[in-house]
C-alpha cells in the first residue's frame, strides 16, 4: 500500500507556476503600456491611475502591487522608453573602422527616431516640465545614455585614429549635439511650421533638415587640416581633394558633399 501510495503521490500533475509567471508578466507589461499612453496624452497630473488602469482593461491595485506608486510607474515608463531607443541603437549595424559612415547612420538613427517615436518626445516634455525629478530617481536610466555616449566615443576615437576627426572632440557634447538637432525639431515642428510659415512635416523638410545636420556635424568633428585645406584655392568639396572625402565610399561622399 505504501509504495501504490507513493506512485500516486509522483504521478499527481504539478501546478504550473510557469503560466502563472507569464500571465503575471502580460498584466504588467499591459499596465505599462497603456501608462505610456496614457500620460503621453494627458501627461503626468492628468494621467490618473483610473484612467491607465481602465486602459489597460485592470485594476487600480495590480498599478500598486506591481510599481508601488503612479510616480514608481511613470519612472518604468521613461525607462521603458529609453530602453527601446537604446535597444534600436544598438542593433544598428555600425563599423568603427569607417568612422564618417558611422557617425552619419547614429545622425540619421537619433533624427528618425525622435521622429518615428512622438510618444518619447512627448513624454521627455512632460518630464522636463517637472524639472527631471522623477527620471533623477531612476537607478537605470544612466546605463543607456553610457551607452550611446560609448558608442560615439569609440567612432571619434576611430575617426581621430585616423587623422580624420579632431583630437579634442568630446563625446559627450557631440552625442548633445546630434540629440538637439533631432528633439528640438521634432518637437518644437507644430510651432515652427506656423512661426515660419514652412511645412515642416513633408518629406522635403525632413529629408533638408536630416541633410543640414549631417554636413554641420562632420564639419564640427573634422581634423582641422581639413578644414585648413576647404579653405584653400581649391574647389570646397572636390572629392579627390581631401583626405576626408577619399575616406568615404562614393555613395557617402555624395550625402556629405550635397549642399543644402
Do not use: C
Amino acid at each position: 500500500m505504501a509504495d501504490s501510495r507513493t506512485a500516486t503521490k509522483l504521478t499527481k500533475p504539478q501546478r504550473r507556476t510557469g503560466v502563472r509567471e507569464a500571465a503575471a508578466q502580460a498584466t504588467r507589461d499591459s499596465i505599462l503600456k497603456s501608462a505610456t499612453k496614457v500620460f503621453a496624452k494627458y501627461g503626468y497630473d492628468g494621467g490618473s491611475v483610473e484612467k491607465i488602469s481602465k486602459a489597460a482593461k485592470s485594476y487600480d491595485r495590480m498599478i500598486y502591487y506591481y510599481f508601488g506608486s503612479k510616480e514608481g510607474l511613470f519612472i518604468a515608463v521613461l525607462e521603458g522608453i529609453y530602453q527601446r531607443m537604446d535597444d534600436a541603437e544598438a542593433a544598428i549595424a555600425l563599423d568603427a573602422s569607417r568612422p564618417v559612415e558611422a557617425l552619419t547612420e547614429v545622425i540619421r538613427f537619433v533624427l528618425g527616431y525622435y521622429r518615428k517615436n512622438p510618444e518619447f518626445v512627448t513624454l521627455l516634455n512632460t518630464e522636463n516640465l517637472h524639472k527631471g525629478r522623477h527620471i533623477s530617481k531612476s537607478l537605470r536610466a544612466r546605463e543607456y545614455s553610457s551607452r550611446a555616449v560609448a558608442i560615439i566615443a569609440e567612432i571619434l576615437a576611430s575617426g581621430s585614429a585616423q587623422g580624420l576627426f579632431r583630437t579634442d572632440l568630446v563625446a559627450r557634447d557631440i552625442y548633445l549635439l546630434i540629440a538637439s538637432t533631432g528633439y528640438f525639431y521634432t518637437s518644437n515642428r507644430h510651432t515652427l511650421t506656423a512661426f515660419l510659415g514652412e511645412p515642416l512635416e513633408s518629406p522635403e523638410a525632413i529629408a533638408h533638415w536630416e541633410n543640414f545636420v549631417i554636413e554641420t556635424l562632420l564639419r564640427t568633428v573634422r581634423a582641422d587640416d581639413i578644414q585648413e585645406q576647404d579653405n584653400s584655392n581649391s574647389p570646397p568639396h572636390d572629392e579627390d581633394n581631401t583626405k576626408w572625402q577619399k575616406s568615404q565610399p562614393a555613395a557617402s561622399r555624395a550625402r556629405s558633399s550635397s549642399r543644402t
